[in-house]
Structure formats: structure tokens, C-alpha cells
């Protein structure tokens, strides 16, 4: 069965510094990967997604992550952090039953400092 | 396009009590879900579906019923509500029909008490 796992449940950056928030996947047939974001008090919104094809995805609001095969990883990053930018992020693993089924990790949230 | 239209979006239900939460969408999308957030614990698969008339459970499915008789809602019912369902709910629905990894959709969760 597939499963996620989001390493760190609270990541703190300054303003303009590197935001990398880590993702590790479980899958026995090829992952289809995704990054949604949490605003306050709204639903989820999609960041980017992964399903076939090139390897570094590049999402909304300059966000991007790379699919790694070999580590099981699907790592979200951005370069410069904004303040805006702090919400809550899932990644997320489509279930391999081709039903729809979103796995989703338990969330890492994001405080940016200013 | 409304999306998906969660309601309510506040309630406050005392133990025992049963009640439905809404969810709409207007996307003409096969798969729709519930699932429950809590803190620590991302968002748990609640009930899903894959079309009108077909419903399964997901991880945690005890204490709630679904049913979905048309394309367009998936209400979901608390039998007899419990503290232990204290949480923040969300409906999501997606496309089947263009292929594994479409995105999801989701609504704005419904903040629900139990006292």
C-alpha cells in the first residue's frame, strides 16, 4: 500500500532564505505525487503535481519539487522565501487503484520570519 | 464555477446528535471524498465515491455514513456524534475520466464541535 511520509512538522526560515520541505513515498508501481497548500482556515489548494515524464516539476508561486526514483523522494522547495508563503503543506500519493484515493502525508507547516 | 460548496462551515453538536454535512460540486466530476484533519495527522479518508450510487470506506470510516445519489453531492451523516469527531472536515472531488493524477478539488472544511 502506499504511503507518505513529511519529515519535519514544523519548519521555521527567514525571509528570503531556502524553504525545503522533505517528502518520502512508499509505492509499489510508479507514484503519482502531489504538494497542496493550506491556508488558514481554507481547504487545500494544488502546488504542483507529478505524474510522468520530467522529473523537476515546477508549480504556483515559485514553488517546485524534484521526483528522485532511487530515494523515494518528491522534495518541495523554493529559493527565496516569502511571508506570505507560511500556511500548512501535504505531499500527497494517488492510490494505486486508479480511484482517485489521495494518501496524504501529516502536513508540515511552514512559519517564515521576517 | 462554484467548485466545491462545503456547508456548513461552523457547527457545534452535542454528544448524541446526528446531522449532515453538505458538499457540492458543479465540475460533473465521478470521484468525490471526505476526509477529517487533525493535528499531527494530515487528512484521513473518511468515505469515498466513484460515481452516483457506488460509495466505499475509507480509513476511517466508523461513526459516519455516505451516500451519493447523483453526480453532483456526497452528503456526509454523523449517526450519533462523538467528542472523538471533534475535527475539520473536507469534501474533495476529482476527474476519473481524464486519467490517474488530475488534481483535486477542494472545499473549504466544515469546523465541527462535539461537546
Known amino acids: 500500500a502506499q504511503s507518505v511520509t513529511q519529515l519535519g512538522s514544523h519548519v521555521s526560515v527567514s525571509e528570503g532564505a531556502l524553504v525545503l520541505l522533505r517528502c518520502n513515498y512508499s509505492s509499489s508501481v510508479p507514484p503519482y505525487l502531489f504538494w497542496y497548500v493550506q491556508y488558514p482556515n481554507q481547504g487545500l489548494q494544488l502546488l504542483l503535481k507529478y505524474t510522468t515524464g520530467a522529473t523537476l516539476v515546477k508549480g504556483i508561486n515559485g514553488f517546485e519539487a524534484e521526483f528522485k526514483k532511487s530515494e523515494t523522494s518528491f522534495h518541495l522547495t523554493k529559493p527565496s522565501a516569502h511571508m506570505s508563503d507560511a500556511a500548512e503543506y501535504f505531499c500527497?500519493?494517488?492510490?494505486?487503484?486508479?480511484?482517485?484515493?489521495?494518501?496524504f502525508g501529516q502536513g508540515t507547516t511552514l512559519q517564515v520570519k521576517p | 464555477n462554484a467548485g466545491v460548496t462545503q456547508t456548513p462551515k461552523f457547527q457545534v453538536l452535542k454528544t448524541g446528535q446526528s446531522m449532515t454535512l453538505q458538499c457540492a460540486q458543479d465540475?460533473?466530476?465521478?470521484?468525490m471524498s471526505w476526509y477529517r484533519q487533525d493535528p499531527g495527522m494530515g487528512l484521513r479518508l473518511i468515505h469515498y465515491?466513484?460515481?452516483?450510487?457506488?460509495?466505499d470506506q475509507g480509513e476511517v470510516p466508523n461513526g459516519y455514513n455516505v451516500s451519493r445519489s447523483t453526480t453532483e453531492d456526497f452528503p456526509l451523516r454523523l449517526l450519533s456524534a462523538a467528542p472523538s469527531q471533534t475535527s475539520v472536515y473536507f469534501c474533495?472531488?476529482?476527474?476519473?475520466?481524464?486519467?490517474?493524477?488530475?488534481?483535486?478539488?477542494f472545499g473549504q472544511g466544515t469546523r465541527l464541535t462535539v461537546v
Open positions: 465540475m460533473n466530476h465521478e470521484y
Open positions: 465515491s466513484v460515481g452516483a450510487g457506488i460509495t
Open positions: 500527497a500519493v494517488i492510490d494505486s487503484g486508479n480511484t482517485g484515493k489521495l494518501i
Open positions: 474533495a472531488s476529482s476527474s476519473l475520466r481524464q486519467g490517474v493524477g488530475t488534481e483535486a478539488f
